[in-house]
């Protein structure tokens, strides 16, 4: 695959670990329960007496779409407040970002694939970032075309440029794992452009650069709506079921602050809870006001598209056998050289504890 820069990335002080990751520890556990010890912290964090003064909380997502629609129903709804949280919500603009973020200190909570939390782990950092809650199963993402094409094959795309994305992330990841099912090399059958901001993705494929853009929503609706593309085929649904994004914490977080991540995925269990209950067109009322610049009718019809592909999972556990899957697209993509401990990056603990609030 030719890498062809045609922007740069503003760096940051993880990208060269996140994209050059090696396994420091091959063990494997198989406990499916594991947990942090939260024991004998001095935690000064409020319990579940909300009538106390609001826990500040600041939450790095990835991107801000449609596609995590259960986090903004919880939102809009008050789960986290009526949990004695006030969340702040930022946007990193890539996974590499956020875990920026999260490592120095400037988000309490990241919103991204599990993968960036392999990768610091493997480069061996001491406090690395531990995921306790899980939101989506399936890849948000869609592949847009210049033309209609009702009839698509990913053989068409042999002699293509599309625009992908960030070398090690999950979603150009989850790209090249469908490339290969379908029996593309994504070294040599197409270009990949993997140096275009994830923000500007939509942007410079409106501006005539690539064949074909990988998008998520609300940007692959929009790019239809604008006459520049139109949406032929979805990654979720090619891909199968895959751990795409999760909630993480670094583990110093979560060992002095317990409370809070329990009462971070109480609330959003609730929304899982909701969108897996409610109407497109329900939640698409709910979340609106996170997205102004999105008429209600556009706003129902994505939460549509994802919610007819089973996008939200129904608990918020992360499951050893869903990670172990992502270690393994890590290792076909040539981005892990040794599997990570599923007991050292996971923790269900929270999860289960929410669920048997239900």
Known sequence: MKKKF???????????????????DSSKDKDANSKIDTTETGSNTTKSDTSSAPVSVTLNEVAHSIFYAPMYVAIENGYFADEGLELTVTNGFGADKVMTALISGDADIGFMGSE??????????????????????????????????????????????????????????????????????????????????????????????GDYTVEFEPSATLLEQQGEGHVIASLGVESGYVPYTAYCAKKSYIKKNPDVIQKFTNATQKG????????????????????????????????????????????????????????DILTQAGEL??????????????????????
């Open 6 to 24: 045609i922007s740069v990335i503003l760096a940051s002080a993880l990208t060269v670990g996140l994209l050059s990751a090696c396994g420091s």
């Open 116 to 209: 960036s939390s392999i990768y610091v782990y493997a480069e061996g950092s001491d406090d690395y970032a531990v995921n306790f809650a899980g939101l989506t199963q399936r890849a948000g993402n869609f592949l847009v075309g210049r033309e209609a094409n009702d009839n698509f094959e990913w053989s068409e795309l042999k002699g293509k440029t599309v625009i992908g994305g960030r070398a090690g992330g999950m979603p150009q990841m989850l790209f090249e794992y469908i490339l290969k099912k379908n029996n593309i090399n994504p070294e040599t059958d197409l270009e990949i452009l993997q140096n275009v901001d994830f923000g500007s993705t939509s942007a410079a494929f409106t501006s005539g650069i």
């Open 272 to 327: 899982l809870d909701y969108v897996n209950t409610h109407s497109s067109a329900e939640i698409a009322a709910i979340i609106a006001p996170q997205f102004k610049e999105t008429d209600i009718a556009t706003i129902t019809a994505i939460v549509e598209r994802y919610k007819s592909q089973d996008t939200w999972k129904t608990s918020t556990v992360f499951t050893e056998d869903s990670f172990n899957l992502l270690q």
């Open 337 to 358: 050289k040794s599997p990570v401990p599923y007991s050292s990056l996971v923790t269900t603990e929270f999860s289960e504890k929410a669920l048997n609030k239900q």
